[in-house]
């Protein structure tokens, strides 16, 4: 699928816990380099982010239509950043996933997280699916018309950074305060929501997740500590 | 357009990382493109001085030229802008575009910077249309089939019709000017298109005798003056009747979800404000609690908040019912739209001195009348129920010792 036809190839898998936003992109930044070099292989960093907005390249202002007064008394972040896509939130409950990885065809890259996340609902038994025929407005994965999982990548030098975001039990009140995506009006759903008092934690959902995304890679899981990929003190923040 | 995956149909120019006129070399990042949900970082193949074709924002086909480097501008071949296959170019000016694999000209048919559909091309040049002089009416400005088809009939229209025909369709409405909708705007055109194509309404009107709120609205208002408190207008009269008649009558004050119906404990009032360019709908929550002052306070506040643009999302949201109300121009009665999922909406007409048929005398005689038009979603709320929840609220209104409790 992508490239190597080895069949040990491997992913390795890390998880972080919470991290905050820009710590993560700094994080991000510097795998990426290390992957572009040659130095690491495939990755997959499996996180939570504090509550925060993520505003894309190509969001206009109106996306944010509150004063910033309101979302600071909310006590969400608002960050700028350089993946494709408009708004999204980011909070407490939701697995957010970066594959820091080669990915030769950008738009198989994203495809084939649709069908990772699928999968992985589908073993909590929720019914979801990417909506390629909608257009790309609609990237990302739904359950009828509501939308539990979003992506958005950054591809340089052949390595993709950010990634997709799954609702498992977050607050999704704060999408409602968005125009989240560009698309007036979308319904969020999480898997809390649901499958109610059965949904199971993030912490099962996330180990889940990461298998069901190498599978969908035709990888093997490896799991690493973030000191295997030197970022176990704390990364600079980017200034 | 650089082709950065096989699926991938049309990008767009996020960001220039470069210059126009910046010389650039082997493997510099030129450019950040945006396809699908994907920010892509394109780098050169070449070096030399940089040409941009594109403009950041631009959303382009594959294969169309954004840039060019490695040729001064005022190279003669410099002006062509093909979207020629790029073969490691041994030539001076490489468009930097990325081989296209299902090209999409036929490469015999190439016109200078027109965009085009293959099959457009082939029928132009069949026919002999210049397909160069023509306004595209596909994405982006691309010439499609119609518009091939559009010409050849304008050009042989017949001597009687000496006009063009698609000049005179052009002109007939005078100059067009297309306006973006905003974001607000794009969410009620939306809602309202999914309301009406989607829910089987059906409207009931009835006139109220508004002679004792006329009366209550004149003692509140000499309250008022003493008490530099604000008088409740006959709106707010009319969202409190609401709210009380909607305790009596949960199925109106329900939500119509997913095949279910859904029935909420508190009444929340939404009343329909216009604002610049947009109708937002602020809620007054618990309205069947509140006293009629505090409902003509909150809903004073809402309105100011909603047209200074300070609203925030939690006073928009939870209303289980909406008041509209155009009394203010002058108009007697209309039906609303129903804000789905709600169960109805309750639209205001203007108070006006009618004539009417006194029950006692038999006489005619003028009184103050307003009209109330409920439109319901008959899923949840039939005809019936809606007709007694109807007339509650006029009993309300005619009565109105019970909305000052």
Known sequence: ?239 | MPRLSDTMEEGTILRWLKSDGETVSRGEELVEIETDKATMVYESDQEGPLTLIAAEGDTLPVGTPIARVGASPADGDGNTGLAQPSAPAPAAAAPVTAPAPAGPEPSGERTERVKASPLARRIASERGVDIAALAGSGPGGRVVKADVEGAQAGATAPAAAPAAAVDAVATAKGTTTDVELTKLQQTVARRMAESKATIPDFSIEIEVDMQECVRLREQLKQLARDGAEVAPTYNDMVVKACALALREHPTANGSYRDGRVQLHSRVNVGVAVAAENALVVPTVFDADAKALGEIAREARALADRVRAATITPPELGGGTFTVSNLGMFGISSFAAIINPPQAAIMSVGALQRRAVVDEASGEVIARAMLTLTLVCDHRILYGAEAALFLSRVRELLQAPAALTL
């Not at chain 1, 898998?13 to 380099?33: D, I, N, T």
């Not at chain 1, 198989?108 to 019914?127: D, F, K, N, P």
């Not at chain 1, 560009?182 to 912490?203: F, I, K, Q």
């Not at chain 1, 996330?206 to 599978?215: N, S, T, V, W």
């Open chain 1, 1 to 239: 699928m992508s490239g190597t036809s080895a069949p040990a190839k491997e992913i390795w898998v890390c998880h972080l816990g919470k991290v905050p936003y820009e710590e993560g992109v700094a994080m991000q930044e510097q795998l990426r380099a290390r992957r572009q070099a040659g130095e690491l292989p495939d990755m997959l960093l499996a996180l939570e982010h504090p509550p925060t907005y993520t505003v894309g390249r190509r969001a206009s202002a109106e996306e944010l239509p509150f004063p910033p007064a309101f979302y600071e008394q909310k006590g969400i972040e608002v960050h700028a950043t350089d993946r494709g896509g408009r708004v999204t939130y980011h909070g407490p409950g939701q697995l957010v996933g970066y594959p820091i990885m080669a990915a030769p065809d950008v738009i198989e890259h994203l495809r084939t997280m649709e069908l990772a996340i699928s999968a992985a609902l589908a073993q909590v038994g929720i019914q979801a699916r990417g909506r390629v025929q909608d257009g790309p407005d609609y990237t990302g994965v739904w359950v009828e018309d509501r939308k539990i999982a979003s992506l958005g990548v950054h591809v340089s030098r052949g390595v993709a950074t950010h990634g997709f975001a799954v609702n498992v039990e977050n607050d999704l009140e704060p999408f409602g305060w968005v125009v989240a995506c560009g698309l007036p009006d979308v319904r969020m759903t999480s898997v809390a929501s649901e499958l109610g008092e059965a949904a199971e934690e993030l912490a099962c959902f996330r180990k889940r997740m990461a298998y069901a995304f190498c599978e969908a890679h035709g990888a093997r899981q490896r799991l690493v500590s973030a000191s295997r990929l030197g970022i176990e003190t704390k990364v600079a923040v980017a200034a």
